[in-house]
């Protein structure tokens, strides 16, 4: 089975991001780089399948000189190779501009290599913009199925198996091949990789695509428009109620919220 692992580099959410008070762009000075969480899951669930039914695992992103860190990471984790889409044609595409670039891609590599991939994984959504779309794109723009928010996946006879978070809960949802998916949060976390596997994706080469290679995709009509970047609203300090008694602060609490119209 070739499986295809979409991944995107992101400021570390961990990381409060502010903005800057000149331009109101997002500060990202000091802040690392890293690959989108909800992209090491869905790199930890395709591992798990090359493993339980065999075949490879390729990564795949696009962004700019130094992506090649993301990918080397996810090499480290149980990918078997990777590729940086990076063109100065591409640096202004936005979100549906990059989902065609992908399916470019994912054609170029299928001629070059001889390689068909069964299965394209996507995060749900990335933690910088949270647009949650480009598996959805691509799969439009490839013509092929799609299954968004899995927790797991298993093969099946006719294609795979997937477990499908819903806001009701779950559902199993089969689909033929090729197919996209896009995960969520599984019950397990990623691997972590070992000194022996960091060492040797280091060494490995991360081959280069450009639009002359994939096509000259223009960014130039974008469909997504970026109106204002604001920070979220600070929140409250809370209240503090200290009665001598226990049945003291329980009716201060009340008379507060009866006050505030909440009871």
């Known amino acids: 089975m070739e499986i295809l692992v979409c991944i995107k580099q992101v400021p570390d959410d961990s990381v409060t991001v502010h903005l800057k008070a000149n331009t109101g762009e997002a500060d990202l000075d000091g802040i690392s780089p890293v ?41 480290a984790v149980g990918a078997d190779s990777g590729y ?17 670039i992908l399916a470019s891609s994912v054609k170029y590599l299928e001629k070059s290599t001889g390689k068909h991939f069964d299965i394209i994984f996507c995060g749900k959504e990335a933690t910088d ?13 490839m013509k092929i199925g799609v299954v ?29 091949l090729p197919c996209v998916v896009t995960v969520s949060k599984p019950a397990y976390d990623p691997r972590y990789p070992t000194i022996r596997s960091k060492l040797a994706a280091r060494k490995m080469e ?10 000259n995709i223009t960014a130039a009509k974008t469909a997504n428009i970026t109106l204002r970047i604001y920070e979220p609203p600070k929140r409250k300090c809370g209240v503090k109620i200290k009665e001598k008694t226990c049945a003291d602060s329980a009716c201060k609490a009340v008379g507060m919220l009866a006050d505030a119209k909440l009871l």
Not at 85 to 94: L, Q, R
Not at 206 to 215: A, C, E, K, M
């Open 84 to 100: 940086l889409i990076n063109d100065a044609a591409f640096n202004n595409a936005g979100a549906p501009e990059k989902s065609k």
């Open 129 to 141: 913009y949270s647009y949650g779309q480009a598996g959805p794109q691509l799969a439009e723009i």
């Open 206 to 215: 991360i081959p280069v695509l450009t639009s002359s290679q994939i096509g």
């Open 35 to 75: 690959v989108n969480a909800f992209d090491t899951y869905a790199l930890e669930m395709a591992v798990r399948l090359k493993e339980s039914s065999g075949g490879a695992v390729t990564v795949i992103s696009v962004g700019p000189e130094g992506t090649e860190n993301a990918i080397k990471s996810c090499l």
């Open 148 to 176: 968004t928010d899995l927790t797991d996946i298993k093969k099946a006879d006719a294609g795979v198996c997937c477990k499908q978070e819903t806001e009701d809960g779950y559902r199993t949802v089969q689909t033929g």
